[in-house]
């Protein structure tokens, strides 16, 4: 007999009007009210000047540096991050546990100081841009820069969640296949593939997502300059410290509907790929 009912163990926190009551305070004062102040910015400027600002030629400019770099450092983040969480969790190695503590490390290291390493490896005096520059590969305050940067601070998102659900696929599923004559490449693409895909396809959102929103990182390894190597996130806070506000919400409501779309485009792929699999 169990030791707690499944009544009690639900009371073990206070009542679900206080809980629902605290976690929506919390809700509305750390995330709707900032992002309603930055939507009535937006409004206040009426669709002619809103439209003037966020479709002029530096802001555009803007939009396909970032969007280009998010989308290389996503793709090798969904790549590289795939292939370290499976050896993680699939094999056993001197320093594994080193390996995988240095994976949190883009969470605990303040983007700034990432963003200053960069810059001394990669710059044309660094270690490394010493001899990539004379090859004609410039790193350093160049849009390719600016990707490295967002591979570093986003790819812990796609180890941290593939990690665990790779770890939850049961080892007897793939004997099984592998005793009814499955290859490698076919356990993989018919039972570890689908199982892990929701996450993911999470963990590359949020990837991407981080990506279009890095600052401190990006802000040192750049150059910061226009129409070449300028972010949106850097363009915001250039209109913040010009203090024109409107400007600066009306550019980061252009950024928070991208990540709204990427979220939305990302729960209908999980969706029908989980409706996929219940029919099978």
């Known amino acids: 007999m169990p030791l707690f009912s499944k009544s009690s163990q639900r009371g073990l926190l206070p009542g679900f009007s206080l809980t629902l009551g605290v976690t929506l305070l919390y809700f ?17 400027l009426g669709w002619s000047d809103f439209w003037a600002i966020i479709s002029s030629e530096r802001a555009v400019a803007t939009y396909k540096i970032t969007i280009g770099a998010a989308l290389l450092a996503t793709l090798f983040n969904a790549l590289f991050g795939l292939l370290l969480a499976w050896v993680l969790v699939r094999y056993e190695f001197p320093g594994r546990r080193l390996l995988d503590a240095v994976v949190d490390l883009p969470f605990a290291l303040p983007t700034a100081v990432a963003g200053l390493a960069l810059v001394t490896v990669f710059s044309a005096n660094g270690w490394f841009g010493r001899y990539l520059e004379p090859l004609g590969v410039k790193i350093a305050y160049a849009p390719l820069g600016i990707a490295i940067a967002m591979m570093f601070t986003s790819i812990p998102f796609v180890i941290r969640t593939v990690q665990p659900v ?42 991407f997502a981080r990506s279009l929103g890095e600052f401190g990182a990006i ?62």
Do not use: H
């Open 28 to 44: 509305a004062i750390i995330v709707a009210l900032p992002l309603l102040a930055m939507l009535y910015k937006s409004v206040n």
């Open 166 to 207: 790779l770890e939850d696929v049961a080892v007897d599923v793939e004997e099984a296949a592998r005793s009814l004559g499955a290859t490698n490449w076919q356990i993989f693409a018919r039972v570890i593939w689908p199982a892990i895909f929701p996450a993911f396809i999470a963990g590359c959102s949020l990837s």
């Open 219 to 280: 802000v040192f390894i750049s150059g910061n300059l226009p129409f070449e190597t300028e972010v949106m996130s850097l363009l915001v806070f250039i209109r913040l410290d010009e203090y024109d506000y409107p400007a600066a919400a009306a550019i980061a409501t252009v950024m928070l509907v991208m990540a709204f779309l990427m979220l939305f485009v990302t729960n209908s792929i999980q969706a029908w790929q989980l409706r996929y699999a219940d029919r099978s």
